[in-house]
Each structure stands twice: as structure tokens, then as C-alpha cells.
């Protein structure tokens, strides 16, 4: 649809969206899920923020502001972009204030097996990550991936989170039986190439 390459959130939540139909609602159970530049594990930062300030630093500054405010009751009722921003520096304060992403990762204490066998009972789990992508950041949660907690500068991949070791939505399950596929494509986000999609999604997964 030409509003959802016209509005950057939809574009970006479209991929937890569905993702949450199939935790939420699973039955009839959905059989393949693939994601394209989906904030899968949050994001932290502010989209193409660079393309409209001199100084980066400015961006670190702002985004680091917007950690005390986003997690309040009404931002997170209004504003979409918020529940699924996750601070990796007050990581206690995510949890308690995510009303969407910290639940539908299932990174609370009180784990929710419906969400984890959604999961686990998928077919096939394809994550799609653009290389220079600057609307999701860090660009490595299109893998799952994140910050290090306690800091803004260094990622982790999916394997390396306490979330695929201890195995909270069954992504270690669906990765251990090949079924967890993960792709990078070169450009920025949502530069699909729909050749490339066809020969390597369509035909190998949705036939």
C-alpha cells in the first residue's frame, strides 16, 4: 500500500504485528512468518536522525532524554514507536514500563508458553536485515540481536542473548532444527529487491 511506504513506524511495527498475531492468536496456528526490517528485539535510537542534525552526538542526546519519558502509561497507550523502544541502559525500567515488547518477547519473570509454543511450531522463521539500514537501530534486531545491556555502542547477535540461550520464545528450538533462517540484504531499510525475494523467500518457503 502506498501509506505504508509513506508512514516509517507502520513500516517498521508491521513485522511485530504479525508476529503478535501468530503469539496472541494462534490458533489456527500460522505455519511461516517472515520478517523484513522488523524491530524484533526493540529499537534505540532515533530513525535517520543523522540526515537532519550537524552532530551525532546531538541524536545520543536525545535518545537517552527520550528514556525517561517513553515508558509512562500514556506514551505508551498513544504513541506506537514506544512499546517497542527498549533502553539497554535502564533495562529494569523497560520491563516494568514495555507494555508491548518486554510481553511479546517474553522477557519478563513469569514466562507465557503459549508465546514460546507459537513459536517453537513454526514451520520456517525468516528474518530479513538491511546492512546500512538507519530507521531500526540497532539494525541487528531485524536478527534479534541488541545492545549489550548497560551500554548504547556494542551488539550482541540473537545466540549471544540470554533470550536464545534459556530459550524464552523458542527461537534456540526453531534454530537448533533449522528452521530459523536469517538473511542480509545490502541498502537501507526497505530496500527490497522483489527478484530476490521471489527466488529466495517465496519459492523456498511459501510454495
Known sequence: SPNVHREPSLRMRGGLMIRGLAQRCPSPPMKTLVTYGAPSNGIFGL????????????????????????????????????QYWRDPIHHETFLEGSMFLSDLNN???????TYKNAISS????????????????????????????????????????????????GLRTLDENCRLHFFSLPGQHMNLMLDWFKE????????
Not at 107 to 113: A, D, E, L
Not at 145 to 166: H, P, V, W
Not at 200 to 207: A, E, Q, R, S
Open 47 to 82: 530513525p535517520e536522525c543523522g540526515k537532519y542534525v550537524q552532530h551525532s552526538y546531538l541524536c545520543e542526546i536525545v535518545r537517552k532524554l527520550l528514556g525517561g519519558a517513553v515508558y509512562g502509561s500514556f506514551v505508551q497507550d498513544f504513541l506506537a514507536p514506544a
Open 107 to 113: 522477557m519478563k519473570v513469569n514466562k507465557n508458553k
Open 200 to 207: 529466495n523467500i517465496v519459492i523456498p518457503f511459501l510454495v
Open 122 to 169: 513454526l514451520t520456517n522463521y525468516i528474518m530479513i536485515m538491511w546492512e546500512d539500514d538507519d530507521m531500526i537501530i540497532p539494525k541487528e534486531s531485524s536478527h534479534f540481536g541488541f545492545y549489550i545491556q548497560g551500554q548504547d555502542n556494542l551488539t550482541q547477535s540473537l545466540q549471544e542473548t540470554d533470550q536464545y540461550k534459556e530459550d524464552w520464545l
